[in-house]
């Protein structure tokens, strides 16, 4: 039996797929796990979802509540059986979970095959609410368009792709191209939703990813998702997270009947525990190679050994689509996706795993580091845990944290200095303005501003990020058109009735924006808003980074780039990007290009300017390596990232993204800690 005293810390082990021969055996008539929904063996199946305390044991675990029957307790005291020898998670049908189907009302329904049941609802065009591993998914067709528009109704969701789960790798040939490499990342224990390019003229409605050129699609990991795609004729479904707008996803029939029941016409239920929400996991590849969207089931809680010793601490991360981690030795260990911590249920959830994960590992932290940003909700959870630990409490500022978590996954020295490159949307600068688009000498414990995008006044707070509209009228302003000019473009590009107060509110943006009255921001995501109104691809921002995914999507339509080379200028001490040149560039030729090539065009430039500025300052600095780093949510660009490269080759450097963790806010608790420990600890 495993002992409870710390002898050595040992990683928590992740959720992984079921594996190919448990899935034999649910498709085997002869076998006692026949169309056995939950069958895992000690190679497969949850692990860290169902885990109350470590050690790993079955007594520790959610499936404490299922006693082992003769059969099953037999295997697992047989060291000649490999594959249920002490395997904590196993069970069959004598004494494993059971499946129940339940009505939107929460009546049991008296259903014998529950597979059977759901998939002929779900070819009827029902909505249902399916419990898996760490939490509840919607699965409904997702060839039907009316019933895909139903979904998007129900849940509130206009334009935010939904996810789609295929039979195997011969469907998703059927509807999306992959790129070299994702059949081995759909195929692997971890099995992620993988972002790709949609295949032109499949099955799969227009509404599943509306104005985007990719799909996620993932294949099943669970017993009972093997089983229900082999019944849908399509051999794919929408199976998207299980919440309601800006909620965490469920993880109890409570939270279903109370938040869903309006949006799911049937329930599927199991009465196994979840113990650790664990949204899937999301893969995208940028200019060819993978990319974290989301680090979740499969990869979380895997610790990042860096190299330092960062001690023990604890980071609350960001604001949106966030992680929190946790620090001993020279490891980090990042919680599963969170998310937007806006939302009260999503900042406890947050509190509830930092606090778990210093118990399992006996962390007592001297060092709990959070953003600068003064209005994050996160710092009050911050100060708590400061306090609770007497710990030291240090803010970090946003874009050193992207950048010193590429550093941590590179495992970089101590002494090591770099340039980055950090671009994302909103970023608080130690000056009180919005950073975004920003070039940054840094090491471990400091930063020096050395370029950015042009700053301009963007007014209106967060409407600015909901109408991309408000962008670009700030940045015309910025331009030197004046008030009229300004109102006569926008009503020749059909953008004045985009904002809910029409002339009067496009009006008032301007003279703000003039007069300098409201945030000045060097924001690469609010100046990608701003051409993608421009060019007409979105104009309400419905979901986090929809405009510049849409951007991203004209452009993969497009032929050719354009001949224009970005304009860089130095301003109030650093180089600067001028984008007011670029906007001027492309209403000169709005009308003679393209709106596909100006899209390419325009990205392609911006990181073109970024990689020159890096260039420029990398070259002849003392012990830098050579190459750039590169993080941040646009990060993902690819695009901006083949204009990064393209400027960086000229002077024989590279450029790094991050692999193990998200460039986005996901991975940024990684640098918080890493930053935070070296200014108290030194990290030596």
């Known amino acids: 039996e495993s002992r409870s005293e710390l002898i050595e810390r040992s990683m928590i082990p992740p959720d992984i797929a079921i594996c190919p021969y448990c899935v034999e055996e649910i498709l085997n008539p002869n076998s006692r796990f026949h169309l056995y929904h939950w069958n895992s063996c000690a190679w497969c199946g949850p692990r860290f979802s169902m885990i109350y305390m470590i050690p790993y044991d079955r007594v520790n675990t959610s499936m404490r509540d299922f006693p082992l029957c003769e059969e099953c307790s037999r295997a697992y005291s047989d060291p000649s059986d490999t594959r249920r020898f002490h395997g904590q998670g196993i069970s069959c049908p004598k004494c494993g979970p059971k499946t129940r189907v ?15 049941f759901i998939a002929e609802r779900i070819l009827e065009g029902a909505i249902v609410a399916i419990k898996g591993v760490g939490g509840y998914h919607i699965a409904c067709l997702a060839s039907r368009d009316d019933v895909v528009r139903e979904l998007r109704v129900r849940k509130r969701r206009l334009e935010k792709p939904f996810a789609l789960m295929a039979r195997d790798y011969s469907v998703v040939l059927d509807i999306a191209k992959p790129p070299p490499g994702a059949k081995e990342l759909l195929e692997s224990p971890q099995r992620p939703i993988v972002v790709m390019p949609k295949r032109e003229g499949s099955r799969v409605s227009e509404l599943v990813a509306p104005g985007l050129s990719t799909i996620g699609v993932m294949l099943p990991y669970t017993g009972f998702q093997v089983l229900l795609l082999r019944s849908i004729p399509d051999g794919f479904l929408i199976m998207t997270s299980g919440n309601i707008h800006g909620r965490p996803m469920c993880t109890s029939l409570d939270c279903v009947l109370t938040e869903l029941s309006s949006v799911v016409d049937y ?6 525990v979840i113990v650790h929400r664990v949204d899937d996991s999301v893969i995208r590849y940028t200019d060819g190679s993978p990319v974290f969207l989301r680090r979740s089931r499969g990869y979380a809680p895997e610790w990042i050994e860096v190299g ?60 709990v580091a959070l953003d600068m940003h003064p209005l994050y909700h996160n710092r009050s959870l911050a100060r708590r845990l400061a306090e609770d630990f007497e710990a030291e409490l240090v803010e970090v500022q946003h874009h050193h944290a992207h950048a010193a978590a590429l550093m941590a996954e590179i495992k970089a020295s101590s002494d090591e200095k770099f340039i980055a490159i950090t671009i994302d949307g909103t970023g608080y600068g130690d000056d009180g303005s919005i950073w975004g688009g920003e070039v940054l000498k840094v090491n471990m414990k400091s930063y020096e501003r050395v370029g950015s995008l042009k700053p301009f006044t963007l007014p209106g707070g967060d409407s600015s990020a909901i109408y991309p509209v408000k962008p670009l009228i700030s940045l015309l302003a910025a331009s030197g058109f004046s008030e009229e000019e300004v109102l006569r473009l926008l009503g020749e ?28 921001t060097t924001s690469l995501g609010r100046v990608l808003d701003a051409f993608s109104a421009l060019l007409g691809v979105c104009s309400f921002r419905s979901y986090e980074g929809e405009p510049p995914m849409k951007l991203e999507s ?46 390419l065009t325009v990205q392609y430039g911006i990181g073109r300017a970024l990689g020159a500025i890096a260039l420029h300052y990398a070259k ?32 024989g450097l590279r450029l790094v993204l991050p692999r193990s963790v998200p460039p986005g806010d996901g991975g940024i608790a990684l640098g918080q800690i890493l930053v935070a420990s070296c200014r108290v600890n030194n990290c030596g």
Not at 493 to 520: C, D, F, M, Q, W
Not at 557 to 585: F, I, M
């Open 620 to 651: 002849g600095l003392r012990n830098t390596s050579q190459y750039i780093l590169v993080s941040g949510g646009a990060a993902v660009n690819t695009y901006i990232i083949r204009g990064i490269k393209s400027s960086l080759e000229e002077g």
């Open 267 to 272: 329930i599927v239920e199991h009465d196994r």
């Open 308 to 367: 330092v010793n960062v001690g023990e601490a604890i980071a609350v991360g960001a604001e949106l689509q966030t992680a929190g981690a946790i620090s001993f030795d020279n490891k980090i260990v990042l919680t599963q996706f969170i998310g937007d911590i806006d939302e009260p249920g999503t900042l406890e959830d947050l509190e509830k795993e930092l606090l778990w994960f210093t118990r399992v590992y006996r962390v007592k932290p001297r060092v």
């Open 493 to 520: 590009l059909n953008l004045v009735n985009t904002l809910p107060h029409g002339v009067k509110e496009a009006r008032l943006t301007y003279i703000l924006a003039s007069r300098g009255r409201g945030a000045k």
């Open 102 to 116: 339940y009505n939107s009302r929460g009546e049991a329904l008296d259903v014998q095959d529950p597979v059977s």
């Open 554 to 599: 004209l452009a993969d339509r497009g032929g050719k780039l354009l001949d224009y080379e970005p304009r860089v200028v130095s301003q109030d001490g650093r180089l600067v990007v001028d984008t007011t040149d670029l906007l001027n560039w492309v209403l000169e030729r709005i009308s003679l290009e393209r709106k596909e090539d100006l899209a």
